[in-house]
């Protein structure tokens, strides 16, 4: 088959751009050819691949989304493809890949009352209303059932055309215990003493990220607990903002952030605790790779992923509504049983399912087939 992937942005270390990059290597290796459109590209492209470049035309990011919209739309036209797959909420798919969490719950949950009447919000409506609204025949394969109620909530006409996916954790992710020389090497590098705390946390995009939440956590934890944590942020966004915070809560000397990178794995083994209380995340692959690496998982349950935390039993989980006091007292109540607790081993465990390393395979086979049956008049 020929297949025309859309995705605004490619960049390595970004949990959307991750999953559009598994995906497309499995397509590649059934022999399938991949269009793939992009306003921006950074890193390799992997052979065989068309990567298109799509003009970025106006100043403003709507404009162009609306222009890339408008480019490709042509574009398909004299170059037709079996499937459109997106990646990013827009029109023109057939398929679309739902990284992202509902636009709709977002608006009114994290929003203010005037939100609705911005050019923002009009856009972002329009562009999910033409994948979820009743008469779209756009397929959507989703990573989270916490994703499938969110849009049912606002869509509930869409339910025959979501599909959900296993989680698609990469293989080389499972460990079958801690490596304690990687961890030691890891320790000296950061330059962390024995007796102190790692608390890690990673992602790109550190507002929904909620990394607010983790230095006000640490900032509020008792000061024999205080004194022995050192706190190191992995990731790809604008760190002036929490620096700044970091400052104001006395934490300038116990925070570290750093770009995103490839060798997460070793972060892993280094840490002692994973905090990653997000305001919203429609999975949350890096829970899961912290869990099978043997590192305890503290979230909250706004993320998809988080089911997977409660259901290995290798962290704990704040539930909703968020209440920053909840993530306070669990985070202190976590570093004093560190030592005591079987969260690393339940982890380490948990990892030996087979099922948590699937997903792009099993997202390739629900291209296939929902592309045949559209051709042959039918969804399966």
Not at 11 to 20: H, L, N
Not at 96 to 108: I, Q, T, V
Not at 249 to 264: K, M, Y
């Amino acid at each position: 088959m020929r297949l025309a992937f859309l995705i605004y942005s490619y960049f390595p270390f970004g949990g959307q751009q991750r999953d559009f990059m598994r995906i497309l290597r499995s397509a590649l290796a059934r022999g399938h050819e991949v269009d793939v459109y992009a306003l921006r590209w950074q890193g390799a492209v992997p052979d065989g691949v068309k990567l298109k470049l799509v003009p970025q035309r106006g100043v403003w990011r709507l404009t162009r989304y609306r222009s890339f919209t408008s480019h490709v739309e042509k574009a398909l036209r004299q170059a037709p493809v079996d499937v459109v797959v997106g990646f990013n909420k827009m029109p023109l798919l057939d398929i679309y890949f739902g990284a992202d969490p509902c636009f709709l719950e977002k608006a009114r949950t994290q929003r203010g009352a005037y939100y609705p009447f911005t050019p923002r919000y009009r856009h972002f409506k329009a562009y999910e209303e033409a994948v979820f609204r009743r008469d779209s025949e756009t397929q959507v394969l989703l990573l989270s059932d916490l994703q499938r109620k969110s849009y049912l909530r606002h869509y509930p006409d869409c339910a025959p055309r979501l599909h959900e996916l296993p989680p698609g954790i990469s293989a080389d992710r499972r460990v079958e215990q801690r490596d304690p020389v990687t961890r030691r090497e890891f320790r000296e590098e950061f330059a962390i003493a024995d007796g102190e705390w790692l608390v890690l946390q990673v992602g790109s995009g550190f507002r929904v990220k909620g990394v607010d939440r983790s230095l006000r956590a640490i900032a509020a934890l008792p000061v024999t607990l205080r004194r022995r944590v050192r706190y190191l942020l992995v990731g790809q966004d604008r760190a002036t903002r929490f620096r700044w915070l970091a400052r104001r809560l006395g934490l300038r000397n116990q925070v570290r952030i750093i770009a995103g990178r490839e060798d997460i794995p070793r972060f892993f083994a280094g840490a002692d605790l994973l905090l990653h209380p997000a305001y919203e995340e429609s999975a949350g692959y890096v829970l899961l790779e912290a869990a099978i690496a043997g590192l305890p998982v503290l979230t909250t349950a706004s993320c998809g992923y988080a089911t997977h935390i409660q259901r290995a039993e290798a962290g704990e989980v704040c539930p909703e509504p968020f209440q920053q006091q909840e993530l306070n007292d669990r985070l202190a109540s976590m570093l004093k049983r560190l030592d005591t607790a079987p969260w690393s081993e339940n982890g380490l465990a948990y990892g030996r399912n087979p099922g948590l390393y699937t997903m792009p395979e099993v997202a390739v086979d629900r291209i296939e087939a929902l592309t045949r049956a559209r051709v042959s008049g039918g969804v399966t």
